[in-house]
């Protein structure tokens, strides 16, 4: 027979209670949970590295490229360096040559002051004959009074520069006269445009025959002195008015000696964003922006000359930099004329401007449509912006401001009308007499026959009044207008019904009414 277990009596044989198992697996849950959240933060810590991991690497490859890229410029300038100074060596020797040719004809340039310049072969001989001579006094003030020819001798400079036997140093001595600080006891005229034109034409005389614009040829001396002219002409910021009141061509001449030289600090783009915005408005500003390291900046840039209310400004700068599709021209354009028409209109009603009002509201208007139809013929905005009622518009605004520049018609003094619609009384004939005598008195009123008033027939005997006489400047009265209960003025005459020869009543008045005279001229 089976052997029957006898329990311990020292062992618990109660069973384990719900509450407990509960907790158990309550606890099972949350060590579950902890477990998902822990393998997840570990697999996103993996992820992270391995993105981390893949950005080292490619910087690691860009660097590498840079290095190699670096590396490789490097060798090519040192290979190139003794090319480049046998070039200039040459240039040199041959500046030299004609200088020493150019002394034997200086005589004769010297017995002519200032020869007149004819063509672009006389013009680029003149720009030669003070390089090869290093006058660079001369230079400068022959360039300086050659404003109309600007165009001109842009093409012609930089081929006299090269005849230079130091170009860099020519062009600082040169603009020295008004740059950074305009030495000129009278400042008649502004200058900047000749100083801006040398500057751009030193550039292709500087660069690397081999390399290009990658190298300059400035020698550290000439450097050291255009930095030094940068950093006086910042020192004269609060003479000119500050950074918000400087003139744009001082700027724009600054901005253009840096770009020449080389020179540009990282440390002062801030001053440089400043400049531009404050001068956004010169057409080669988005360029120069470009040029300065100012690329990066450009949207920030471009946006707070949106808020300005200078988006035509804008749509150049987005153009320059490829930003089109971030701030569409076409908007910018109607926002721009928006806005010029509630200025426009704001003018208008301005009290304080009730005299002239009209006229600054639409040379406000019309400078806005001359812009804006510009902006759109440069940058070929027709299809999305057609032009034809923004020029309709600006030739109504034209013509109002001709017509009304146009004097108003006067008519001659001695033309009388009568006092009804027949027509013009004949012309006065005592215009012709010297001693005609022109009274001071006002003309008597003109009688008009009341609706109510009998017409008379023709048959009423009418009188021949004759006009007032002035004799030594005394005046007879005048006489009264004839009345049918008057007492005539001497005796009736009898006149047929219908004037001779088809004439009119006298004066061509047909109610029996004497004219009332006009004392104008009489002879």
Same mark, same amino acid.
């Given at each position: 027979?089976?052997?029957?277990?006898?329990?311990?009596?020292?062992?618990?044989?109660?069973?384990?209670?719900?509450?407990?198992?509960?907790?158990?697996?309550?606890?099972?849950?949350?060590?579950?949970?902890?477990?998902?959240?822990?393998?997840?933060?570990?697999?996103?810590?993996?992820?992270?590295?391995?993105?981390?991991?893949?950005?080292?690497?490619?910087?690691?490859?860009?660097?590498?490229?840079?290095?190699?890229?670096?590396?490789?410029?490097?060798?090519?300038?040192?290979?190139?360096?003794?090319?480049?100074?046998?070039?200039?060596?040459?240039?040199?020797?041959?500046?030299?040559?004609?200088?020493?040719?150019?002394?034997?004809?200086?005589?004769?340039?010297?017995?002519?002051?200032?020869?007149?310049?004819?063509?672009?072969?006389?013009?680029?001989?003149?720009?030669?004959?003070?390089?090869?001579?290093?006058?660079?006094?001369?230079?400068?003030?022959?360039? !300086?009074? +050659?404003? =109309? @020819?600007?165009?001109?001798? $842009?093409?012609? #400079?930089?081929?006299?520069? /090269?005849?230079?036997?130091?170009?860099?140093?020519?062009?600082?001595?040169?603009?020295?006269?008004?740059?950074?600080?305009?030495?000129?006891?009278?400042?008649?005229?502004?200058?900047?445009?000749?100083?801006?034109?040398?500057?751009?034409?030193?550039?292709?005389?500087?660069?690397?025959?081999?390399?290009?614009?990658?190298?300059?040829?400035?020698?550290?001396?000439?450097?050291?002195?255009?930095?030094?002219? !940068?950093? +006086?002409? =910042? @020192?004269?910021?609060?003479? $000119?008015?500050? #950074?918000?009141?400087?003139? /744009?061509?001082?700027?724009?001449?600054?901005?253009?000696?840096?770009?020449?030289?080389?020179?540009?600090?990282?440390?002062?783009?801030?001053?440089?964003?400043?400049?531009?915005?404050?001068?956004?408005?010169?057409?080669?500003?988005?360029?120069?922006?470009?040029?300065?390291?100012?690329?990066?900046?450009?949207?920030?840039?471009?946006?707070?000359?949106?808020?300005?209310?200078?988006?035509?400004?804008?749509?150049?700068?987005?153009?320059?930099?490829?930003?089109?599709? $971030?701030?569409?021209?076409?908007?910018?354009?109607?926002?721009?004329?928006?806005?010029?028409?509630?200025?426009?209109?704001?003018?208008?009603?301005?009290?304080?401007?009730?005299?002239?009002?009209?006229?600054?509201?639409?040379?406000?208007?019309?400078?806005?449509?001359?812009?804006?139809?510009?902006?759109?013929?440069?940058?070929?905005?027709?299809?999305?912006?057609?032009?034809?009622?923004?020029?309709?518009?600006?030739?109504?605004?034209?013509?109002?401001?001709?017509?009304?520049?146009?004097?108003?018609?006067?008519?001659?003094?001695?033309?009388?009308?009568?006092?009804?619609?027949?027509?013009?009384?004949?012309?006065?004939?005592?215009?012709?007499?010297?001693?005609?005598?022109?009274?001071?008195?006002?003309?008597?009123?003109?009688?008009?026959?009341?609706?109510?008033?009998?017409?008379?027939?023709?048959?009423?005997?009418?009188?021949?009044?004759?006009?007032?006489?002035?004799?030594?400047?005394?005046?007879?009265?005048?006489?009264?207008?004839?009345?049918?209960?008057?007492?005539?003025?001497?005796?009736?005459?009898?006149?047929?019904?219908?004037?001779?020869?088809?004439?009119?009543?006298?004066?061509?008045?047909?109610?029996?009414?004497?004219?009332?005279?006009?004392?104008?001229?009489?002879?």
């Amino acid at each position: 027979m089976g052997s029957i277990s006898i329990p311990d009596p020292g062992e618990s044989t109660q069973a384990p209670s719900f509450d407990e198992f509960q907790r158990q697996t309550s606890l099972m849950t949350s060590c579950t949970l902890l477990w998902k959240e822990l393998s997840d933060h570990f697999t996103s810590l993996e992820q992270s590295l391995l993105k981390k991991s893949d950005a080292i690497k490619d910087k690691i490859k860009t660097l590498d490229t840079e290095t190699k890229a670096s590396l490789s410029s490097l060798e090519e300038r040192e290979t190139t360096i003794e090319n480049s100074v046998s070039i200039a060596l040459r240039k040199v020797e041959a500046a030299v040559q004609a200088a020493a040719a150019a002394v034997g004809t200086s005589k004769c340039d010297d017995g002519e002051d200032n020869p007149e310049v004819d063509d672009s072969e006389g013009l680029l001989l003149r720009l030669k004959s003070y390089c090869v001579k290093m006058d660079s006094l001369g230079f400068w003030g022959f360039v !300086a009074s +050659k404003k =109309k @020819e600007m165009e001109l001798m $842009r093409a012609q #400079i930089p081929l006299a520069l /090269a005849e230079c036997a130091d170009p860099a140093r020519f062009v600082l001595e040169a603009i020295s006269e008004v740059f950074p600080v305009d030495k000129r006891a009278l400042c008649v005229n502004d200058l900047s445009w000749a100083c801006v034109l040398i500057l751009e034409s030193l550039i292709p005389v500087m660069v690397d025959p081999i390399l290009g614009k990658s190298r300059v040829l400035v020698t550290p001396s000439v450097k050291k002195s255009a930095k030094e002219i !940068a950093e +006086k002409w =910042k @020192e004269s910021l609060d003479q $000119r008015g500050g #950074i918000e009141n400087v003139k /744009a061509p001082d700027v724009h001449t600054f901005f253009q000696h840096l770009v020449t030289f080389g020179i540009v600090k990282n440390e002062d783009l801030d001053l440089y964003r400043k400049l531009v915005v404050g001068s956004a408005w010169r057409k080669q500003m988005p360029k120069l922006a470009v040029s300065l390291g100012l690329a990066d900046k450009m949207p920030d840039m471009i946006e707070e000359l949106i808020s300005k209310g200078q988006q035509v400004d804008a749509v150049h700068f987005t153009h320059e930099v490829g930003l089109v599709d $971030r701030f569409p021209p076409v908007c910018l354009l109607k926002a721009f004329l928006k806005d010029a028409k509630k200025a426009a209109t704001s003018i208008l009603e301005d009290p304080n401007n009730s005299s002239r009002a009209v006229h600054l509201a639409a040379r406000k208007e019309q400078s806005a449509l001359k812009a804006v139809i510009k902006c759109i013929e440069e940058y070929k905005l027709e299809a999305e912006f057609p032009p034809e009622n923004l020029k309709k518009r600006l030739e109504q605004l034209e013509k109002v401001k001709v017509e009304k520049k146009r004097p108003a018609a006067v008519g001659p003094a001695n033309k009388r009308t009568r006092a009804s619609n027949v027509g013009p009384m004949p012309p006065a004939k005592a215009g012709r007499i010297t001693t005609a005598y022109v009274s001071s008195f006002p003309a008597p009123p003109t009688f008009v026959r009341s609706p109510s008033h009998t017409q008379y027939p023709t048959g009423v005997p009418s009188y021949s009044v004759p006009p007032p006489m002035y004799v030594h400047g005394t005046r007879s009265p005048p006489y009264a207008a004839y009345s049918p209960e008057a007492a005539p003025l001497s005796p009736p005459l009898s006149y047929p019904g219908t004037p001779p020869m088809n004439y009119p009543a006298y004066g061509g008045y047909g109610n029996g009414m004497a004219p009332a005279y006009q004392h104008t001229y009489y002879r």
